[in-house]
């Protein structure tokens, strides 16, 4: 088992910044990928963005692919997400979660490719 601990969330005006990380503890040995996946209300959880932890391949939804960067820490155990040009349709609870088993590329980006899930984190945009 995996336990994820998000941080880094808060306020910011359309188009600032904001950076998410994420530590990981545990059976940290068994990463296969660590993501971001996001849920505002009413919606359903989405996926953002991912990472795989031996080969640093990385994913993005449409919606963020040019404004969001995936990175990871190895040595660390974390993994972060820089937010930039943020806008209101960003605004949701951020969740990072681990994944521990090998899977498809087309499950890497879906809930079911995670098997770890952090709390949660809000990040709110607005003016």
């Known amino acids: 088992q995996v336990q994820l601990v998000e941080s880094g969330g808060g306020l910011v005006q359309p188009g600032g910044s904001l950076r998410l990380s994420c530590a990981a503890s545990g059976r940290t040995s068994d990463l296969y990928r660590m993501g971001w996946f996001r849920q505002a209300p009413g919606k359903e959880r989405e996926f953002v963005s991912a990472?795989?932890?031996?080969?640093?391949?990385?994913y993005y939804a449409d919606s963020v692919r040019g404004r969001f960067t995936i990175s990871r820490d190895g040595a660390k155990n974390t993994v972060d997400l820089q937010m930039n040009s943020l806008k209101a349709a960003d605004t949701a609870a951020y969740y990072c979660a681990a994944g521990t088993v090998a899977r498809p590329v087309a499950e890497r980006i879906t809930p079911a490719g995670y098997d770890s899930w952090g709390q949660g984190i809000q990040v709110t945009v607005s003016s």
């Open positions: 990472v795989t932890w031996t080969h640093g391949n990385t």
